[in-house]
């Protein structure tokens, strides 16, 4: 016969100050989660661990410094120099670099800030919705005929363009070019919650994932919770548990006292702007018993009772 007994473990990330929320630290008490150290009954006992809710609000930051934040503008000296070839005729060429300002903006702030920047050498970017994409092209009219380039240093992915292309604008046969993707201002798409390895207890059976970027083959991780975002930016991130959902966990020891949450984006990666979240955590206790044992020990009781007392009768 089976008998269960489910432990919850409510954790809220804000309470405490002295932590972050992508490396979260637990401490229970010794005698929370443990096994019986007697073990009296001859039972074995299996622990299983299940996420029942999680809600935090998405409040990353799709541009922060070094991620999603830089352009590299290549403006001609003069309309008579040639075409631009990086490495051959850099030196005819005045180059400005513009950062945007780390935060979650929308694709309109975006287009904002850009325009801003780009207004000063004669170009303007638009954002189409039809297909969400932005287009650059240059401010009509214009008596302007420098040749002039972008390159969308990080920001190729965020803006819908290809890695270390450089896009060029002149006043004659090339006035406008345009995203080759959809805009992605939801740069990190998916959470991953994992079990640190200083915990009291790991994942008993390996768990595989593909989310090796030096390899192509699967490898064993200890994640064990993947939430999509999948809402827009300051709406709340949800997710409520429907059916049973038992991952097998191994105790290093006896009891589960300590263990640490971590929490990384679909790159593995600290998430910027993580904010604080409510998990609850179920942690479940499969006790098998033995009752063909207990029948043994209370028939032995019995008959040692009994003999004590013909031995006193005597």
Excluded at 136 to 156: A, Q
Aim: glycine share 2%; charged share 25%; aromatic share 14%.
């Amino acid at each position: 016969m089976k008998q269960k007994k489910t432990h919850s473990v409510y954790i809220d990330t804000k309470i405490d100050k002295t932590q972050i929320a992508s490396n979260f630290k637990v401490k229970l008490n010794n005698w929370f989660l443990r096994n019986n150290i007697k073990n009296n009954d001859n039972y074995e006992s299996e622990w299983f661990l299940s996420v029942k809710t999680l809600a935090m609000f998405n409040s990353f930051s799709n541009i922060s410094e070094g991620i999603n934040d830089t352009i590299l503008l290549y403006v001609a000296k003069d309309s008579s120099k040639p075409e631009l070839k990086i490495g051959t005729n850099d030196v005819d060429y005045d180059v400005f670099e513009y950062k945007i300002p780390i935060g979650n903006p929308n694709v309109l702030d975006i287009k904002q800030k850009l325009n801003v920047f780009l207004a000063s050498y004669g170009i303007e970017c638009d954002y189409i919705n039809y297909d969400s994409t932005y287009i650059f092209k240059n401010v009509i009219p214009s008596s302007d005929n420098r040749k002039k380039y972008l390159l969308f240093k990080n920001t190729y992915d965020l803006l819908g363009f290809e890695e270390d292309v450089y896009y060029n604008l002149n006043n004659t046969s090339k006035t406008s070019f345009k995203s080759i993707n959809a805009i992605n201002v939801m740069a990190d798409r998916l959470l991953r919650f994992s079990i640190n390895g200083n915990s009291d207890f790991s994942l008993k059976h390996f768990n595989y994932c593909n989310h090796n970027m030096e390899s192509r083959l699967f490898s064993d991780c200890n994640i064990f919770h993947l939430q999509v975002v999948n809402c827009l930016p300051y709406e709340l991130i949800h997710y409520e548990r429907q059916t049973e959902n038992l991952i097998p966990i191994e105790l290093h020891g006896n009891s589960i006292i300590n263990f640490e949450l971590n929490v990384r984006n679909q790159d593995g990666d600290i998430v910027e702007g993580l904010s604080d979240y409510i998990l609850i955590l179920d942690f479940i206790q499969i006790k098998t018993i033995d009752y063909e044992y207990k029948m043994f020990k209370i028939l032995k009781e019995l008959y040692m009772w009994i003999a004590i007392f013909l031995k006193n009768r005597i």
